[in-house]
């Protein structure tokens, strides 16, 4: 069997401890656009057998149109809004994993929400992933910009200090997106259940929530 052929590996005790350990709460993925939030968040869900919702798609569908229409016709603040009732809806309704959109957390409403009923996994990505992922894609309105690269350096001058709030922090870089999920799977155990290996069976003890 081929490498690419194998299936990621998984550690049932390990996922299971997580699931039991989140009880209603979610997982809120954050981050600039292009960090990978559905596509690890996806890998995530499948693991720990939660359902996937991607925020941006919700908003559209709620609007019956795409994002950047919602931009151009009715104006970011507009979005903003709906964005937040979207997320608190989603939440509502947990557990289940949540990519948000980029401007997601900047807003304290929300911030407070995902404090509340989830725990929050910022995927921090450098200025030169996020251009090389996004800047053929024509749906980043932000991004409607004679300079998109200077765009970007301002979002994340003005982003990252709210980011770092975040419960926990995972590197979005070019490995395997496997090794990501794995990543964001031992750091939640870590912060959920305190760390221990993941092959090791669990202790006779109860595991602590935070």
Known sequence: ???AAVPAPTHPTLEADI???LGTRSIVLVGMMGAGKSTIGRRVAARLKLPFTDADTEIEAAA???????FESKGEPYFRDGEARVIARILGNGPVVLATGGGAFMREETRNR???RAISIWLKADSDIIMRRVRRRADR???HTPDPEATVNRLLSEREPVYR???LTIASR???HDRIVDECLEALHAH????RPADEPPSDGLNATS
Do not use: K
């Open 19 to 21: 699931a039991a350990a």
């Open 192 to 195: 959920l259940c305190g760390a």
């Open 1 to 3: 069997m081929s490498d």
């Open 141 to 143: 309105p932000l991004l």
């Open 64 to 70: 019956d149109m795409t994002i950047p229409e919602i």
């Open 114 to 116: 995902i404090r509340d």
């Open 174 to 176: 070019d490995v395997p």
């Open 165 to 167: 709030t975040a419960d």
